[in-house]
């Protein structure tokens, strides 16, 4: 596997920080970003629509199981609208990309975080897994929810 520059957005706490410490561990460039300095240790620059348009890679974005359209009854709907919003954002980049860009969204599950409470099913590490492997598989589907 090739040492790549991986950027992590709200990279300092739960999933986003056990990402970050999986990539690092396994000998990737790794940004931070979070929405607190103090918090994230150092935010990049940040980069505006016209850079994306003219980049390549992958994006990863973190999704949840929460807003699949039959389970969209309940509690929260600004954050299950918010992640819908996120999964149309992921179809429209890889519609408009054609291959130049690898874009997919991911439900880590109910993850034992700040925001998942300590009832939550599952690990951080397992949370981080699919979002590792998107950022570092040689060959990965695109345009996909997983």
Known sequence: MSRKKILVTGGNRGIGREICKQLSDLGHDVV??????????????????PLLEKSTGRIINISSGMCEINS???????????????????????????????????????????????SASRSVEKGAETAVWLATADEIPNGKFL
Do not use: F
Request: charged share 10%.
């Open 32 to 49: 931070l970003t979070a929405r607190s300095v103090q918090k994230g240790q150092g935010v990049a620059q940040g980069i505006g629509a």
């Open 72 to 118: 969209l009854s309940g509690d929260h709907p600004a954050y299950r609208i918010s992640k819908v919003a996120l999964n149309a954002l992921t179809l429209m980049i890889h519609s408009q990309s054609g291959s130049k860009l690898n874009v997919n969204a991911m439900c880590p599950g109910w993850v034992r975080t700040d925001m998942g409470g300590s």
